[in-house]
């Protein structure tokens, strides 16, 4: 096919790569070591190239020839040979665990910089041209976080914001929102971005020891959105799973009886809105987008009424019959809710305070709290992505990959949230990735672009390639054919060429 003269830059993707390490398996599809890819695309041809993130995990397991650092769904000993005060010591300093720097997740860019993420305090800098793995960077050296989400936003002035979890840290456990500036002033030169790392805000966790998990958080015009659900990590459990010889993963709880509190945190006044606002037990990885309506936020989320999903990627379910035989008990279901931060306080208890046209609602009760019900957009669809220039504001687009009660995506589709219309594509034997949006660069429309993924094939006859589509129609453009085994990858990001440092390779 034919590519648009205007799509110049590169497509980062990251994901896990290698599940095996001498005799030694990981249990999980999610801890396997990070595998980079990168497509540049120049001048109507595209470039592909992969490699292991060089984290200090990686070169450790590596060098053991076996698994010696623990993974979230894998838990690894030191060497049985070593005495026994070594052995106890281990213990000891497992409390609370030293997490691992196999940033597998997501692709992040603060100022020029661009970092490998994944869900602990720690992020790897990458070269984007190389793929080469540089400093290793700890959160938790400038703010008291042990995890963080690797979903981060990024504003208007360039700053990158993103929220972590402060563990039993003096007395408190709470989620932390912090923003890190895109440059330092210029008599600092020397000095990391994450020096001038801000603390806007913190939530205090409804459990002391048993803090949300959560994968990513909403933003809008002047509002931080954080969705607590009851899907949580326990952490008496965290702290002796090395002891029990469990994974860090059998520590998480899902309690259905449980509510699902929203956070709205005021951009400006650094403040959470005092209202209680909450609904029924859900389990979220992932917000679509949010805006503001007439006094109210407006958020669209993925849900799903169990966590079966983590457990579906065990490597163990990861048969060759996955695709047929595994069924998910949840389906994926794309939630809107409506939620009225200016309404009339003398509303009677049980009056829906919603006014603008929305089937959700939120009813005021008693005690003054207000328990939110969504409007459902569509069913079956995960790894959400919209055209970035309309985060936080009012918009009609969502791309993502479509899967039903299986969770392994076999289209890519194109979700209209305001009409409820569908485009999609699809190929006999083709899995696609999270499909990224690429805006054309003098778009006058949202859907003015094309949309990037990653096509796996199970049919061993037929080569993986990138697509290339119109956003608009939603028509092929072209692929390239890539003559590597690729892997299902998880998140990444288009860097267009104008913001990529030129480097010479």
């Known amino acids: 096919g034919q590519l648009p003269t205007w799509l110049q830059g590169i497509l980062l993707r990251n994901g896990p790569g290698m599940h095996t390490i001498g005799d030694t398996k990981y249990n999980h599809w999610f801890d396997g070591m990070a595998l980079l890819h990168s497509f540049t695309f120049k001048n109507g041809e595209v470039y592909y190239r992969s490699k292991y993130l060089r984290s200090d995990t990686y070169n450790c397991n590596i060098e053991a020839n076996r698994i010696v650092v623990s993974e979230f769904g894998t838990m690894a000993y030191p060497d049985p040979c070593k005495n026994i005060f070594a052995k106890a010591f281990s213990y000891l300093s497992h409390t609370i665990p030293e997490f691992t720097d196999n940033c597998l997740i997501n692709i992040m860019k603060t100022g020029d910089d661009i970092y490998a993420t994944g869900e602990t305090n720690f992020i790897r800098k990458i070269n984007p041209q190389t793929l080469e793995t540089l400093e290793k960077v700890d959160y938790s050296k400038y703010t008291a976080v042990n995890l963080a989400t690797s979903h981060p936003h990024y504003d208007s002035a360039g700053n990158t914001l993103n929220m972590g979890t402060s563990i039993v840290d003096k007395g408190k456990t709470k989620y932390i929102l912090f923003k890190i500036p895109p440059s330092v002033p210029e008599r ?108 109210h936020i407006v958020f669209d989320v993925i849900t799903y009424t169990d966590n079966s999903l983590y457990d579906m990627f065990y490597l163990k379910n990861l048969s060759k019959d996955f695709e047929e035989n595994t069924k998910l008990t949840s389906m994926p279901t794309c939630k809107r809710f409506v939620v009225p931060l200016q309404y009339d306080k003398d509303a009677e208890v049980g009056s829906n305070l919603v006014k603008i046209p929305s089937t959700a609602t939120a009813v005021k009760e008693k005690d003054g709290s207000i328990y939110c019900q969504p409007e459902t957009l569509c069913q079956g669809i995960e790894l959400p992505r919209i055209n970035y220039d309309y985060n936080g504001k009012n918009y009609n687009y969502v791309y993502a990959t479509e899967v039903k009660w299986s969770p392994v995506p076999t289209k890519i589709v194109k979700f209209n949230v305001q009409t409820k219309e569908t485009l999609h594509w699809e190929e006999d034997h083709c899995w696609p990735s999270e499909p990224v949006f690429v805006p054309n660069p003098d778009a006058k429309e949202e859907d003015d672009g094309v949309v990037l993924t990653c096509i796996v094939v199970s049919d061993p006859k037929k080569a993986p390639f990138l697509l290339v589509l119109d956003a608009k129609t939603f028509k092929e453009l072209g692929r390239a054919i890539v003559d590597v085994e690729l892997h299902l990858d998880l998140h990444g990001i288009f860097i267009p060429e104008k913001d990529s440092k030129t480097e010479t390779e």
């Open 188 to 295: 600092e030169k020397k000095k990391s971005c994450f020096k001038h790392l801000e603390v806007l805000c913190s939530i205090h966790s409804h459990s002391l020891l048993h803090p949300s998990y959560y994968h990513s958080f909403g933003i809008t015009e002047n509002y931080i959105v954080f969705v607590e659900q009851p899907f949580k990590l326990d952490i008496v459990k965290l702290a002796t799973a090395y002891i029990r010889g469990v994974s860090w993963a059998s520590c998480l709880t899902y309690n259905k009886e449980d509510k699902t509190w929203f956070h709205f945190v005021d951009r400006k006044t650094k403040k959470e809105v005092s209202t209680k606002f909450y609904t029924d037990a859900l389990v979220l990885f992932h917000h679509v987008n949010a805006y503001e309506e007439d006094g």
